[in-house]
């Protein structure tokens, strides 16, 4: 499975995104598919995930309330809204996949290429 992240752009504080991950291959009932995002000289930090096969989701404190992720199993695809956007979500977001539902960036593999969110100001 190839993952590929789209849908970053530039918006204004308060703001909103859908960022999308679709996936090229099968995503297996017990996958995981994570979100996670890297600002400039900062680590990689994990944003939210979403088992496929049911619902069941993680997020990290700082987007609770204003980040949902979801899953369209017709389009093999794992979408991220974002809304009320602050400058400090400014960063590069890229999915992943996993085998539990974890926070930690060990777990996950098969990284997609990030797609590029910036918040103005």
């Known amino acids: 499975v190839q993952l590929q992240a789209s849908g970053g752009g530039l918006v204004q504080t308060g703001g909103s995104l859908r960022l999308s991950c679709s996936a090229s291959?099968?995503?297996?009932?017990?996958?995981?598919i994570g979100w996670f995002r890297q600002a400039p000289g900062k680590e990689r930090e994990f944003v939210a995930a979403?088992?496929?096969?049911?619902?069941?989701?993680l997020y990290a404190n700082f987007v609770k309330g204003r980040f949902t992720i979801s899953r369209d199993k017709a389009e093999n695809t794992v979408y991220l809204q974002m809304n009320d956007l602050k400058p400090e979500d400014t960063a590069k977001y890229h999915c992943?996949?996993?085998?539990?539902?974890?926070?930690?960036?060990?777990?996950?593999?098969?990284w997609g290429q990030g797609t590029q969110v910036t918040v103005s100001s």
């Open positions: 291959g099968r995503i297996y009932s017990s996958h995981i």
């Open positions: 979403t088992r496929w096969s049911r619902e069941s989701t």
């Open positions: 992943a996949k996993a085998n539990s539902l974890d926070s930690h960036e060990r777990e996950y593999y098969q």
